[in-house]
């Protein structure tokens, strides 16, 4: 029920419907020019910022973006240094939102966006894996709100399972997290560990009441 979920996700989802009977609108993060489609996640509002993300993000090669909604941390690393990004997601319409901002930004030639359920369809190994998945661990009952909900950790889980295969010799993973829900910290650190990842905090904040950090693994 999404009555379970925390109250910030709650507002967040209040004010993701009250965005989208708006329609598509334009933030300006940094130099990036985000347009954020109905219902695709929002880099950056009261509730949410992706950007926090971003001092991590500091490689010059290959950079992969899991689960990318307005291609915002794709967009950050290429502006970062990195060579050539891909993003993908598992929606068509947030693939559709980060290729129109992916062009907004003139960046078509540095970053490729495809629809991919995690790395399903993704080819290659990476210098740096960025992965804002979604954090809540709650039954979904609202498709439309796939940017929040991860029941049963399942897409972690695939994710950790899966991550070393397309990651380069020396290459790390970037993931933010919240403890939005009891051990959620916890529950990624021990994931991480049992397939074989340490896990190092590389920052961390409070944001609206909870804990927000930055895990860099490798
Ligand atoms: C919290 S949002 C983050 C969006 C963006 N990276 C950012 O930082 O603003 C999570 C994104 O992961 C996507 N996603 C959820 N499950 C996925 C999966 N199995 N494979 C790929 N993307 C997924 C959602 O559609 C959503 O766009």
Redesign the pocket.
């Known amino acids: 029920m999404t009555s379970q979920f925390p109250p910030l996700a709650q507002r967040f989802m209040q004010k993701i419907r009250e965005d989208a009977e708006k329609g598509t609108y334009r933030l300006n993060i940094g130099e990036i020019r985000i347009d954020v489609f109905p219902y695709?996640?929002p880099?950056e509002s009261d509730l949410?910022k992706?950007s926090r993300i971003s001092q991590e993000i500091n490689c010059r090669g290959e950079v992969l973006?899991?689960?990318?909604?307005?291609g915002?941390?794709a967009m950050i690393s290429i502006l970062r240094g990195a060579n050539h990004a891909d993003a993908?997601?598992?929606?068509p319409e947030?693939v559709e939102c980060a290729r129109h901002n992916v062009r907004l930004n003139g960046l078509q030639d540095r970053i490729r966006v495809f629809q991919?359920?995690?790395f399903c369809n993704v080819e290659g190994s990476y210098d740096l894996i960025v992965a804002?998945?979604?954090i809540l661990d709650y039954p979904e009952e609202d498709i439309r709100f796939?940017?929040?909900s991860d029941p049963g950790f399942q897409?972690h889980k695939r994710f950790f399972a899966c991550a070393r295969d397309y990651l380069k010799n020396k290459g790390k993973i970037l993931m933010p997290h919240a403890n939005l829900q009891t051990n959620g910290f916890k529950k990624l650190e021990s994931l991480a560990e049992l397939n074989e990842f340490k896990s190092k905090i590389c920052n961390k904040q409070k944001f609206n009441g909870y804990t927000w950090r930055n895990y860099s693994l490798k």
Not at 65 to 70: K, W
Not at 88 to 91: A, C, H, Q, S, T
């Open positions: 695709i996640f880099p949410s992706s973006d899991v689960g990318t909604g307005t915002i941390l993908v997601d598992i929606l947030a991919s359920d995690l804002n998945l979604p796939h940017s929040l897409y």
